[in-house]
């Protein structure tokens, strides 16, 4: 089905591992971003891009790398991990922001212990 | 400092009410307001959207009111059923320009409908 995927849909991770999150989709959009979730606190957004090879930060981009060489994918990466980035991290395209709105994935819960 | 302010944090409705949830934005460049529904364990998904040349929007049970004047906009849902039973978000931007792609959101309000 189209839509946007994410994986891992679970992840622990210890204090100052790395890893990435992926994100990827088939709607052939052009803005992606990347958004945290945290009780009480809303969706923040981390990154987003308007195009391949095209990256921007958003409120929350400390601690966050990201890159887009295709069209399709947008992987999110946690260069040091720390027990603050403990979050719900969805990941979100859009082919005409006031018209569509964004298409969300269902998520990838990450534990930094 | 936060931008879109909503209320409440929580509600809880009967079967057949009316839901009503207020944001209120701060940012004059906003232009653009939507909504979005979230249910436990999956992504926001797009309710309805409104835009300031407008004070209201209507599509099926769901309805925007926007006060320009007042920096405000409000959700009702009428008729509510235990199936809108979520977490729904405001949300505002820019309508074009680099700023479009920056959807600021509200903290979020937790919506029971009871039987």
């Known amino acids: 089905n189209a839509g946007v995927t994410q994986t891992p849909k679970f992840q622990v991770l210890k204090t100052g591992q790395s890893m990435t999150l992926q994100c990827a989709q088939d709607m052939n959009h052009e803005y992606m971003s990347w958004y945290r979730q945290d009780p009480g606190m809303g969706l923040r957004l981390i990154h987003y891009s308007v195009g391949a090879g095209i990256t921007d930060q958003g409120e929350v981009p400390n601690g966050y790398n990201v890159s887009r060489s295709t069209t399709e994918d947008f992987p999110l990466r946690l260069l040091s991990a720390a027990p603050s980035q403990t979050s719900v991290y969805f990941c979100?395209?859009?082919?005409?922001?006031?018209?569509?709105?964004?298409?969300f994935g269902s998520g990838t819960r990450l534990t930094v212990v | 400092q936060q931008q879109v302010k909503q209320s409440p944090q929580s509600l809880i409705v009967q079967k057949g009410g009316i839901s009503i949830i207020n944001c209120a934005y701060e940012?004059?460049?906003?232009?653009?307001f939507p909504w979005y529904q979230q249910f436990p364990g999956k992504g926001p998904a797009l309710l309805i959207a409104i835009r300031p040349d407008v004070s209201e929007k209507k599509e099926g049970r769901f309805t925007i009111s926007f006060n320009k004047s007042a920096k405000q906009f409000s959700l009702h849902i009428m008729d509510s059923q235990p199936g809108d039973s979520a977490t729904y978000f405001c949300a505002a931007s820019p309508y074009s320009g680099a700023g479009s792609y920056q959807l600021t959101f509200g903290k979020g309000t937790k919506l029971s409908v009871i039987p």
């Open positions: 979100a395209s859009s082919y005409s922001m006031a018209n569509y709105g964004y298409t």
């Open positions: 940012n004059t460049a906003f232009d653009y």
